[in-house]
T-cell receptor, first 115, second 113 residues
């Protein structure tokens, strides 16, 4: 497909379990971002990757959160020992700054519910 | 570190009236500024951006925004609101020195028929 895809679209898990959320960016986009959208909290920056540079992890809320990007393409956001406050929609976006396209293209998100 | 403020959680406007959604920003260097819209049960869509040049930027669906450096603002405007403009609007800023993009908390726009 031409857009950013995320999987799963919905994830329900029990408190204490680990979850993995996947993002497939637009082919050729060098930058990839993860955000969290909670009710009333807007879009919270989590982490971004740019090419082969070290990722900016400054938005990760705790050490239970981690992300990797393999081969400069697909990214996985992992949340360990999930807590109820982790419930949110997790959004992925990609952009191609090197081509002069500064705007981000967003995926549909993964809705995470921690019971 | 950059930041964005959207001072209004919600804005109500009658259909046909002009609308303004406010955004102010803080960034160390020169900013890139963006507006995105999120319709119910849909992903975020890009509306417009300010990179350089003209302070008045025109975007999708008849929206425009004015970059005001002295007031560090980038308010979103439309001359005549439509009911279909009802959605959640996000302002975002990027420092030109890196790729980190920070979003505001969003403003819910209600256009009343």
């Amino acid at each position: 497909g031409a857009g950013v895809s995320q999987s799963p679209s919905n994830k329900v898990t029990e408190k204490g379990k680990d979850v993995e959320l996947r993002c497939d960016p637009i082919s050729g986009h060098t930058a990839l971002y993860w955000y969290r959208q909670s009710l009333g909290q807007g879009l919270e920056f989590l982490i971004y990757f740019q090419g082969n540079s070290a990722p900016d992890k400054s938005g990760l809320p705790s050490d239970r959160f981690s992300a990797e990007r393999t081969g400069g393409s697909v990214s996985t956001l992992t949340i360990q020992r999930t807590q109820q406050e982790d419930s949110a929609v997790y959004l992925c976006a990609s952009s191609n700054r090197l081509a002069g396209h500064n705007e981000q293209f967003f995926g549909p998100g993964t809705r995470l519910t921690v019971l | 570190a950059q930041s964005v403020a959207q001072p209004e959680d919600q804005v109500n406007v009658a259909e046909g009236n002009p609308l303004t959604v406010k955004c102010t920003y803080s960034v160390s260097g020169n900013p890139y500024l963006f507006w995105y819209v999120q319709y119910p049960n849909r992903g975020l869509q890009f509306l417009l951006k300010y990179i350089t040049g003209d302070n008045l930027v025109k975007g999708s669906y008849g929206f425009e925004a004015e970059f005001n450096k002295s007031q560090t603002s980038f308010h979103l405007k439309k001359p005549s609101a439509l009911v279909s403009d009802s959605a959640l609007y996000f302002c975002a800023v990027r420092d030109r020195r890196d790729d980190k993009i920070i979003f505001g908390k969003g403003t819910r726009l209600h256009i009343l028929p």
